[in-house]
Nanobody, 121 residues
């Protein structure tokens, strides 16, 4: 059983910063890609950023240059540093990870429960 828990969301003014954290726990053999998604009211969930096991990163164009994704493999954690926040960044942010729980078996996708980020103008 794997559990993923996000934290760090909140209310911030435009131009401010927040740092989201996501901790994976349980029967974890290895973690490959770790990613952040977000979903604003009335919108579909959209991909924000991803980081792979060797540290390479990718970002959605809408956050490139403002957000930074990182990971701590010793702690099974992924972070999202969000700077220069805009009202359009308001959404529930979800972490996602491809986690292998059994040696020799393929990894499965796991999701956190989400954390609310609200950016006021």
């Amino acid at each position: 059983q794997v559990r993923m828990v996000e934290s760090g969301g909140g209310l911030v003014q435009a131009g401010g910063s927040l740092r989201l954290s996501c901790a994976a726990s349980g029967s974890i053999v290895s973690i490959n890609a770790m990613q952040w998604y977000r979903q604003a009211p009335g919108n579909q969930r959209e991909w924000v950023a991803g980081i792979f096991s060797r540290g390479s990163t990718n970002y959605a164009d809408s956050v490139k240059g403002r957000f930074t994704i990182s990971r701590d493999d010793a702690k099974n954690m992924v972070y999202l540093q969000m700077n220069s926040l805009k009202p359009e960044d308001t959404a529930v942010y979800y972490c996602n990870a491809a986690i292998r729980t059994t040696w020799g078996e393929p990894s499965s996708q796991y999701w956190g429960q989400g954390t609310q980020v609200t950016v006021s103008s």
